[in-house]
């Protein structure tokens, strides 16, 4: 089994990956935001309507639903830089984000750039200098509608070897 398969058995294994959000992303964890499926190129990520996520106007918050967009992005990222070596440090640059439809109900996230993350981590390894990736996730509701799009930008830098 390679470090992808590895880490995708962590990520749908029923209580790790729950541990993990409520330890590191504990309002991701609350708000019902949870993984639908994931494999090296393409990650779906899911965030429900309901009271911890609502904002005033009977709609999914615009926070939540960000965070939903960020994490189908940064799974992929987290697969690719997974026990890698050299280690490969990762942030969140930029964001913009449009909205089309107001989120009422289940909303799933949709990041297909798997293989582009791959290849922008494997460059910022190669050259040892910092690269970074504009990623796209788009949020459809349960009828299939575009709800909300959004461009999350990561960087990725391999860490030195002291």
Same mark, same amino acid.
């Given at each position: 089994?390679?470090?992808? *398969?590895?880490?995708? &058995?962590?990520?749908? =294994? ?26 090296? &190129?393409? @990650?779906?990520?899911?965030?429900? #309507?309901?009271?911890?996520? &609502? $904002? ?6 615009? /926070?939540?639903? @960000? ?9 992929? /990222?987290?697969? =690719?830089? #997974?026990?890698? +070596? ?7 640059? !930029?964001? &913009?984000?449009?909205? =089309?439809? +107001? !989120? ?8 297909? *750039? %798997?293989?582009?993350?791959? $290849? ?7 050259? %040892? ?11 459809? $509701? ?5 709800? /909300? ?11 030195? $070897?002291?």
């Amino acid at each position: 089994m390679n470090k992808a *398969d590895d880490f995708i &058995q962590l990520v749908k =294994h029923p209580v790790k990956f729950r541990m993990f959000l409520l330890l590191k992303l504990p309002s991701a964890f609350f708000c019902g935001v949870r993984v639908k499926d994931i494999s090296p &190129q393409k @990650a779906t990520v899911t965030v429900p #309507y309901k009271w911890l996520s &609502q $904002n005033p106007f009977k709609s999914t918050y615009f /926070a939540c639903l @960000a965070m939903a967009a960020e994490m189908s992005t940064g799974l992929l /990222a987290m697969m =690719h830089t #997974y026990k890698g +070596k050299p280690a490969v440090s990762m942030l969140v640059v !930029a964001l &913009q984000a449009t909205y =089309h439809k +107001k !989120a009422t109900g289940l909303t799933s996230f949709v990041c297909e *750039d %798997g293989e582009a993350i791959s $290849n922008t981590i494997a460059e910022a390894i190669q050259t %040892g200098e910092g690269r970074s990736i504009k990623t796209r996730s788009t949020g459809k $509701n349960e009828q299939g509608e575009l709800v /909300a799009e959004f461009f999350i930008e990561w960087s990725f830098k391999a860490k030195s $070897n002291r």
